[in-house]
């Protein structure tokens, strides 16, 4: 559906702005231009440093033009439009799996609620692959660079979801999202929102773990009886204490937050609560370290 909603854009011709950042740009019309020099321009193929430079930095993105080129063996329209409608067919895919991924952990518990989320998915990759939003990224071949950092985007962002998730634990979890979601800035700026966004999804899935917990209300796992030496109306124990009320566990956020209460009194509970208390320092870290290199870029 995604290739067939921009087929006519086939036979068209360069247009616009793809003139400047194809035609007239040596790093991708020159066959003899510097692979080197080509990550000292600008996506216009200026000098980045030269004051008029428009200090668009996509390399990436320029390297997918020359491989066109390489391909088509020459400036040929026809190579160009193909690879754009191509990236946009597999960006739709990645967008569906990872709004079918959303929709599964939205409703973990709900009867049918893969199905649902399969549902959900479809429609809402309908609705990415045909809106008209994306004319001009997918019919304007300099539109390509918004295209790669969309497809390295949602790969970023499925990869990170599928290493933080994975069981067992990667030594190193999430270098593979690092790398595609230095890719997807490369491709265009506006690629480092992905980083923003796994920030969002971390404090989502935070906000989901607290429902869950407070779902369970009155369910939760139940302590230890409770003794008060108190009157109380109702059946005594031994020595006349009465036996109070069971107690439960804390729900909500103070769940979540404090030790897990089946950890408690042995060497392997100590042993579990400090895992379960590593659990949130993990996501701690990695919410602070998504902030610190966005703020450093």
């Avoid at 390489?70 to 990645?94: K, V, W």
């Avoid at 923003?196 to 139940?222: H, K, M, R």
Wanted: hydrophobic share 45%; glycine share 8%; charged share 20%.
């Amino acid at each position: 559906i995604a290739l067939g909603a921009y087929i006519n854009t086939l036979h068209a011709d360069f247009s616009f702005d793809d003139g400047l950042a194809i035609k007239n740009n040596k790093d991708v019309s020159d066959p003899d231009a510097s692979y080197y020099d080509m990550f000292y321009h600008d996506y216009w193929g200026q000098n980045i440093s030269k004051p008029d430079s428009h200090k668009s930095y996509r390399p990436l993105t320029i390297l997918s033009f020359r491989f066109t080129r390489i391909l088509e063996q020459g400036l040929n329209p026809l190579g160009f439009h193909l690879h754009n409608n191509l990236l946009h067919a597999s960006t739709t895919i990645l967008f569906y799996q990872l709004a079918k991924n959303l929709f599964t952990r939205a409703y973990p518990n709900k009867v049918g609620g893969r199905a649902h989320a399969t549902v959900r998915a479809v429609l809402a990759s309908l609705l990415f692959a045909l809106h008209p939003v994306h004319v001009e990224a997918v019919a304007g071949v300099v539109g390509r660079a918004e295209l790669l950092a969309a497809t390295l985007f949602c790969a970023t962002a499925l990869s990170y979801i599928s290493a933080i998730h994975a069981t067992p634990r990667k030594v190193l979890p999430i270098l593979p999202a690092a790398l595609l979601g230095i890719a997807s800035t490369l491709s265009k700026e506006t690629g480092i929102t992905v980083l923003g966004s796994l920030v969002l999804y971390e404090l989502l899935d935070i906000a989901l773990l607290v429902a869950e917990e407070e779902q369970e209300g009155d369910t939760g796992p139940i302590l230890e009886p409770e003794e008060s030496k108190s009157t109380h109306k109702g059946a005594t124990g031994a020595g006349g204490r009465c036996v109070g009320a069971r107690r439960r566990a804390p729900s909500g956020a103070a769940r979540l937050f404090a030790p897990h209460p089946g950890f408690v009194g042995s060497r392997m509970g100590l042993w579990r609560n400090g895992v379960w208390q590593s659990e949130k320092a993990t996501r701690s870290m990695r919410i602070l370290l998504l902030v610190l290199v966005a703020v450093a870029y």
